[in-house]
């Protein structure tokens, strides 16, 4: 049997005036409610891939790193992928004029697909 193989995310939780900021994706109402998170790239280090991966998914661009908050593995085979993410969670926080719910596109996405849309509140 072959190991379940590991992937390394970063998980951003971002705050602003003690709000968490949270968003769903338009359109595919089964992904949920997220927060910003992604997979780090080889040799990034996993506080600037939240950083990288918040920014990319809100479009702010006044983040600000407030502290790591933990890390944990999470054996994802149950929902048919034989990987264990290994997440790197964060708070960042940002202080901007940004309206209570806005939508931005990842234009890029890290797997080379089409922009992915996000509905921000």
């Not at 991966?53 to 479009?59: D, K, L, R, S």
């Amino acid at each position: 049997m072959v190991p379940n193989q590991t992937v390394d995310k970063a998980v951003a939780y971002i705050t602003c005036d003690g709000k968490l900021l949270v968003f769903d994706h338009p359109g595919i109402p089964e992904t949920g409610t997220q927060v910003p998170a992604g997979t780090i790239a080889p040799g990034e280090p996993p506080a600037e891939a939240a950083m990288r991966e918040a920014f990319e998914e809100t479009g702010l661009t006044s983040l600000v790193m407030r502290r790591f908050l933990g890390e944990r593995a999470f054996d994802i085979a149950p929902f048919g992928r034989d990987e264990i993410y290994h997440r790197y969670f964060f708070h960042l926080e940002y202080e901007d004029d940004s309206p209570d719910r806005w939508r931005h596109f990842e234009e890029q996405p890290y797997d080379g697909g089409e922009p992915v849309e996000f509905e921000l509140y």
